[in-house]
């Protein structure tokens, strides 16, 4: 049990690294201060392997240090928060829903859907930016759907590996 346990935590600190990593390697500068990254791909793993508390813990975690080491500070509590939303959800949409492709596909959706409108929440209202918050959905759209994709053949990877099956 223990060991088990240890082997968790262990798994959700690579993940928040590898998340941290996968979002500052390609950085797409968008219009609205921000920029688009791969960092999605490991939210929605970390989720989807790790289950909702670990998941998200090492989602938020890693995502938040990226803003903390790129200069974007302003944005690690709303980071934090909203990625790891992000992967809580869809960890338990995904096991809700039995763990399955399609499970993975629509979890990813609501999860990324979450990520989206948190920015844009995030931004508007807490960032003052208003309506002008608006201009970052599509760049963020795009970082969902590529994150999702990307993230959704890394879990099949995973899964044929048997790596899943010990964590």
Known sequence: MVDRKVRKLVISALMAALTCIATMVV????????????????VLLSGWLLGPWYGGAAAGIGSMLTD????????????????GLDALAAALIFRAMGRTSAAALVSGVVGEIIMVAGYFGYAALLMGEGIGAAASIPGNLVQGVVGLLIGFLLLKMVKKTRIAEKI
């Open 27 to 42: 950085q797409i500068p968008s219009p609205m201060n921000g920029y688009v990254n791969l960092g999605d791909c490991f």
């Open 68 to 83: 903390l080491l790129s200069g974007y500070g302003y944005y690690a509590p709303g980071t934090f928060f909203i990625k």
